[in-house]
């Protein structure tokens, strides 16, 4: 049976869930094992985009293209680091823009700790090769209150044309004392701006905290709402975690509990209006109802 806590006041809440395997339903699964551990996903239609923590020499990060309704492996790529350190991969999207006469859009991946730049890429029609297009680089923000000091994450509002990042408030993913979530609002650049897109503190349109949990994955952005997993194994399972995130309300607003799985959660996209979560060496696409108050 689930049991519900309301943190907070009575206006001002976040609903927690304690869930179990019937919160996790498999629906997919991925068809074929890959070579590299995986982490952030994105996803076009049927297509799943799953990227990875590798590294394969200079040839940078792997990943892979998959069709998920034909339940085949369209291809596999290297996302180039363009001399800024290993690119973690720790999240991914698609963004709005796109090359004339290709199938996607440009792919937006999070570095994560290694820097911190969201990473734009193209990806050729064969799924065999990346290239970057654009670098956003927040390295002259002023961290601690409205972008943190702390590995971020971006995602794309591909609706009304918003960048937004999420960020440790410290410069640690795993320091429980005075840390955070802080949210992150700006205009995504468009790739004609730049190669590189130095953000500065005027930039910022909107930020604010969102919760305390730590070991940030991935995260995706549906409808005004940032879904966002978390936890890790071993010390860091009490952390394993799906937040909702309402961009409009600006907090934090539901939270499942995910200890019971005791795996890591890497990946989150919506598929046919379906959310699905991947975990760390598991092959499955699993469904799950966010929680909302």
């Not at 297509?47 to 792997?62: C, F, K, L, V």
């Not at 044309?161 to 802080?182: F, H, M, R």
């Not at 549906?222 to 194994?233: A, E, F, R």
């Not at 961009?247 to 598929?271: H, Q």
């Amino acid at each position: 049976m689930k049991k519900f806590w309301m943190i907070g006041g009575l206006l001002l809440t976040a609903v927690v869930v304690f869930g179990g395997p019937e919160d996790l339903v498999a629906t997919m699964t991925i068809p074929v094992k890959e070579k590299f551990v995986t982490q952030g996903a994105a996803a076009y239609g049927d297509i799943w985009i799953q990227g990875s923590s590798t590294r394969h020499g200079e040839n940078g990060m792997p990943a892979a293209a998959y069709d998920l309704k034909a339940g085949k492996k369209l291809g596999e790529f290297h996302l180039p680091m363009g001399g800024r350190g290993d690119v973690h991969c720790n999240a991914m999207c698609f963004g709005v823009e796109k090359t004339t006469g290709a199938k996607l859009p440009y792919l937006y991946v999070s570095q994560w700790n290694r820097g911190r730049n969201c990473f734009v890429y193209e990806l050729d029609a064969d799924f065999r090769s990346a290239k970057i297009k654009q670098i956003i680089d927040p390295a002259e923000l002023t961290t601690g209150t409205r972008f943190g000091a702390g590995p971020a994450d971006w995602a794309v509002d591909q609706k009304n044309g918003w960048l937004y990042s999420i960020s440790y408030k410290t410069d640690s993913p795993v320091k429980e004392d005075g840390n955070a979530q802080i949210v992150t609002k700006f205009k995504l650049p468009k790739v004609a701006d730049g190669e590189v897109i130095k953000l500065k503190d005027a930039d910022i349109l909107d930020s604010f905290e969102a919760g305390n949990l730590l070991i940030r994955q991935d995260c995706v952005l549906h409808d005004g709402k940032l879904y966002v997993l978390y936890g890790s194994v071993k010390k860091y399972v009490k952390y394993l975690a799906l937040q909702t995130i309402d961009l409009t309300a600006r907090r934090e607003t539901g939270v499942l509990d995910l200890k019971w799985k005791n795996e890591e959660p890497e990946s989150i996209n919506f598929v046919n209006g379906r959310l699905l979560v991947r975990f760390i060496f598991n092959r499955n696409l699993y469904a799950v109802q966010p929680i909302h108050p």
